[in-house]
């Protein structure tokens, strides 16, 4: 939404591609408190999304809703997309922003596409109270696993904390307090292989040290493993780190000239954040409208 108003502001003609119906991607995900945004204090990242599409619509962007970007051809300076019906269509570009953003990683694991399916991905703060006096695994040793264990057991639910090392990678401000806590139990050296239930999650089959098997029962599962970057469209066109996060210089430019990357499909985790996809897609349009004024093309 940034790279588009940007281009806005700076007279390119633009068009913002986005999936679903809201614009927004991945701020409604935000469940937590938004205080570190520089004049923004919301409950939550679907106040932020709001406020920024209010922005983009008061602007006057040019926004296409609904449509799935099926393939990226940077040589031929085009790509395809799909609507909601099936209609395809081909949109030819001079420059392109990539702000895919990320998803969570997957387990890969039989049962786990069926629970996605049943709409059974849950987020530990918003759904903590659904599962007091319940049992849940979650599978990770981040500080996602590890506060999103805290957050459930706090409200009741017995958590099962499995991690495939032996040590949590987390803050000591998530350590200390799960290690502590009468309710999390952990299960190092593990890793989860089966998903199984009918019409809801019931359990889970965990390979233990010793290469033994555990059939866990569970009410409900939480999969915090990390994350991976949205970049399969660009993926072989441009230059990208072994796991995915595409190469950019510091405008953004990646190693195809006129195709920029911006947000947490080229950031990492560590240093994601809004204020740092924003101030990447303001850089990213600039350098676009830089370029365009140097080939002398109308905007």
Not at 16 to 38: C, H, K, M, T, W
Not at 77 to 83: C, E, G, P, Q, T
Not at 140 to 168: K, M, N, W
């Amino acid at each position: 939404m940034t790279a588009a108003l940007w281009c806005k502001r700076l007279g390119l003609s633009h068009l913002l591609l986005e999936a679903r119906e809201e614009l927004g991607g991945q701020l409604s995900a935000i469940q937590n408190e938004v205080f570190d945004y520089p004049g923004v204090q919301a409950k939550s990242g679907a106040e932020v999304q709001a406020l920024f599409a209010a922005h983009v619509e008061a602007m006057g962007c040019m926004v296409q809703r609904g449509v799935q970007v099926q393939k990226v051809d940077i040589a031929g300076r085009s790509l395809s997309v799909r609507d909601a019906a099936g209609g395809e269509e081909q949109i030819s570009f001079r420059g392109l922003i990539a702000a895919t953003g990320a998803g969570d990683r997957r387990l890969g694991v039989p049962g786990e596409l069926e629970m996605i399916e049943r709409g059974e991905v849950y987020s530990a703060t918003r759904d903590r109270g659904r599962f007091a006096g319940k049992k849940v695994a979650i599978v990770g040793g981040g500080d996602r696993a590890l506060e999103g264990a805290l957050l459930l057991a706090e409200q009741g639910a017995d958590v099962l904390l499995i991690h495939r090392s032996e040590h949590f990678r987390a803050r000591e401000e998530f350590l200390h307090p799960v290690l502590a806590h009468p309710k999390i139990e952990r299960l190092t050296n593990a890793s989860v292989e089966r998903i199984f239930g009918a019409g809801a999650v019931q359990g889970v089959d965990v390979r233990m040290a010793g290469d033994t098997v555990r059939r866990l029962a569970v009410d409900g599962l939480f999969v915090r493993i990390g994350v991976e970057p949205n970049s399969h469209l660009l993926r072989g066109q441009v230059e990208t780190e072994m796991d995915g996060y595409i190469r950019t210089d510091a405008t953004g430019q990646t190693s195809a000239a006129g195709i920029f990357a911006v947000g947490d499909v080229c950031t990492r985790p560590l240093y994601s954040s809004i204020a740092s996809a924003v101030g990447q897609a303001m850089i990213a349009a600039k350098q676009v409208s830089l370029l365009v004024m140097q080939k002398g093309e109308q905007r």
